[in-house]
Each structure stands twice: as C-alpha cells, then as structure tokens.
C-alpha cells in the first residue's frame, strides 16, 4: 500500500509550507492548493485519503468547498474525510463547518501534534465506515439494467426504482454481487441473517419467487440450480458485477 495522500487547501504560504513539512517527515505524501478551486481540481485528478482544508480562501470559500465535496458536482468524493483548519474559532463558525459536512474542525494556531492525532483518528473512521459499508462487497453493483445501491438500500431497474423487502434486498445484493457463484439456501440465510434470522431454507424459495416477479423480465438472470440453490447470471456471462 502506498503512502497516505493529503490535500492541502491553505492560501497562507507560511502555514501551508509548515504543514505540507510536518506532514511529509511524518511519513504523509502531500498535494498543496492555493484556491478551492485548485483543491477541486486536485481532488479529480489524484487519488486523495484526506483533506485539510482552510475555511478563509480566495474564490470559492472553505465552506463552499465542502458542501461541493459532500453536497454538490464533487460529491463522487464525498467519502473522503476533510478536516477544516481556520483561524475562526466562534461556535457559529464551527458549527457551519460541521454542518457542510467537514468531519473535524481545527483553529489555528494548533499543534502539529495535535494535527496528526486528528488526521489518523479521521481517517481511522473513514476506514472503519467503508468496512462496515461494503462488508468486502462492492457497495454498488451493475448488472446489465440493474443497479444495486448497497449504501442506500436501492434498487433501480432501467433508471425506475423497485421496492424490496430487507430480505430480498439481501438475497439479491448477494447473488448479484458475484454472478455466476453458486449460493446454497443455507449460505443465502447466513447473509441475510442479520435481517431476518427466522428465514428457513423453504422461505429462501418464496422470497426467490417474490424477488423474480418485483424484477420482470431481469428476474431470470436468478437462475436455480436444481439440488444446490441459486446463482445470477448476467446478461453478458460475465464472471462478476461490474464494481464501483
């Protein structure tokens, strides 16, 4: 694994050399921005684990960064975690920044100490989120029409969206989540357990049928196999969804 990469977003040159310093003997790979919009640009262009970002900049604020970022037209980076470093200390400024979607909130001066402590305790939750999101699965699954939003609990078929039980919900994102992979009934129970821990393998054949005719015509890419249990299977052979 490579090294952490911070984005900077300081136009201060003084703070912003300190930091990017402290960072990298730190062992941190870092970008520096000048402007939210150079921050923005960065964000698109490099693979970026965290950002510290100055609430006062010239051009698009701090504040209208994040909201972009969590929000707005950059929301595809809205999982990385971003800690606002400013000089405003008042509880309204604070309080903004949290608001906007910032994951922590620093005021200047601060110790370089400090500053790490909080970039790793960020970007420990971060991690401990995307683990707890995907469960080692892709959070959301394409399958020819059909679209699985593991993070939103969604299900869309030609762009419409279909309403699901939590137990179908489960069944299908695990089945669709490696097509082509036999499931047994019993490994279909132990995934959905969590939401239904009364489903016997009988039911399993009840909520296939169910699941089938809620999807159309995409419900025969639920293929059964006879004496095993069920598989899905895309309409292009392929080995596994297609992840994002």
Known sequence: MGKVHILIVEDE?????????NLIRAGFHVTCADTGEEGLQSLKSETIDCILLDLMLPGLSGIEVCTEIKKGRAKEFSHVPIIMLTAKGEEEDV?????CGADDYITKPFSPKVLMARIKAVLRRSAAK???????RPTIIMVGNLTINKGKHQVLLDDQEIQLTATEFGILSLLAGKTGWVFTRQQ???????????ITPRAIDVQIFGLRKKLGDAGGMIETVRGIGYRFKSPDDQDEGQEI
């Open 13 to 21: 040159a003084d703070i912003q050399q300190l930091v990017s310093y």
């Open 95 to 99: 309080i903004t920044g949290l608001e």
């Open 130 to 136: 995307k683990e707890d999101s995907d469960d080692g």
């Open 188 to 198: 279909i129970i132990d995934s959905v357990r969590g939401y239904d821990f009364l």
